[in-house]
């Protein structure tokens, strides 16, 4: 896997703050006006540590919606610290001819698109200046030029559960390289906090986010697609941010855990070294004298997991896959 320094822009040229979002919450990075300092220090910070890296990417705020001559400076600020490759994230509106070229002039190795949901009244609601059709189009062009990234949310405003599974299987069948998967917190310097405080907005419940999660999981992970992130990374956590929502610092692992019960109730016999104790109790039988489970076995347990759970979405957040969710919910918060 590819060691990335990571650079974080918070707010650059959003235009508009979606109502779930702080970025400086979320990055520890605090906005500033000149970006090309910002990402100065980023880089200098971390190549101080002795560290190598194979990869820069340009994280957080709309990078693509960024000044074109500040897009050059960033790409040419990358090549002058001996980095080979560069990848940005940016919404999926701001991915027009113009921007095209540029990725495939600057050799971009991949664009990671801030979608979020395919649901157009949930982007509506959330803030999102897009429609699905434009991102869906958006992942087309740019997987007609480099690699392609997309990040989701469960538990958005006005979202359903088996919604964002159902994005995560359309989008899955596009050939994408990566995912990552976002269960909504809240965090108070936002909109959705003024919801939450209202009553509108109830938070993310972490039994529902582990169902709706593993759904995203298995879809993606059943075509290849690598998931690089479940969860918000532990900045947010780490400052008190946080007023509502499921967060657990081993969400990754849980959601890892509850692909597991499912695969041990087909009859599957592995171990896996998440919540243990839980796969246990539940399939003793199936648990303890096999070898631990790579992370490559994945994809065949969750090609399995989706023929067997995932016809209907809805039926699965219903169904037998939610008691095993609660019964994670139970263990994470003991």
């Known amino acids: 896997m590819a060691k990335i320094l990571p650079v974080f822009l ?15 919450a979320i990055s520890g990075v605090k906005a500033e006006n000149n970006l090309i300092s910002l990402a100065e220090n980023q880089i200098k910070t971390w190549l101080s540590y002795g560290l190598s890296y194979d990869e820069l990417a340009y994280y957080g705020g709309n990078f693509a919606a960024v000044k074109r001559q500040e897009r050059e400076s960033l790409y040419r600020l990358a090549y002058d610290n001996g980095f080979k490759k560069i990848r940005f994230s940016t919404r999926p509106d701001t991915i027009n001819s113009e921007t095209l070229s540029e990725i495939k002039d600057y050799n971009i190795s991949l664009v990671e698109l801030g979608i979020q949901s395919l649901d157009n009244n949930v982007l509506e609601a959330n803030g999102r200046p897009y429609t699905n059709v434009q991102a869906e189009k958006a992942v087309d062009d ?16 006005k ?4 919604s964002c599974i159902d994005d995560a299987a359309l989008l899955a069948k596009k050939n994408i390289k ?11 310097n936002t909109a959705l906090y003024g919801l939450y405080l209202s009553g509108e907005y109830k938070g993310t419940d972490l039994a529902d986010m582990i169902l709706a999660a593993g759904g995203m999981y298995a879809h ?5 697609v690598q998931v690089i992130r479940m969860g918000l990374p532990e900045d947010a956590a780490e400052s008190g941010q ?10 990754g ?12 109730d087909m009859g599957g016999k592995v171990r896996y070294s998440g919540f243990k104790k839980t796969g246990r109790k539940i399939f003793s039988k199936n648990y303890e004298i096999y070898p631990d489970i790579k992370e490559d076995d994945f994809k065949d347990i969750c090609i399995e997991i989706r023929r067997n759970y995932l016809e209907d979405s809805k039926r699965f957040i219903k169904g037998q896959a939610a008691s095993f ?10």
Not at 142 to 157: E, F, K, P, R
Not at 220 to 224: L, N, R
Not at 325 to 334: F, G, V
Request: with cysteine; aromatic share 10%; glycine share 4%.
């Open 10 to 24: 918070p707010f650059a040229s959003c235009g508009n703050k979606c109502i779930f979002c702080d970025q400086q």
């Open 142 to 157: 740019i997987l007609n030029i480099t690699d392609c990234g997309v990040q989701l949310m469960a538990g958005m405003y």
């Open 159 to 162: 979202q359903s559960l088996y």
């Open 178 to 188: 990566t995912a990552r998967i976002y269960p909504t917190q809240v965090l108070k």
């Open 220 to 224: 993606f992970t059943a075509e290849q």
């Open 242 to 251: 946080i007023a509502a929502g499921a967060h657990h610092k081993s969400f």
């Open 253 to 264: 692992d849980i959601v890892k855990t509850f692909i597991m019960l499912l695969y041990m």
């Open 325 to 334: 969710a609660s019964r994670l919910k139970d263990a994470a918060n003991n």
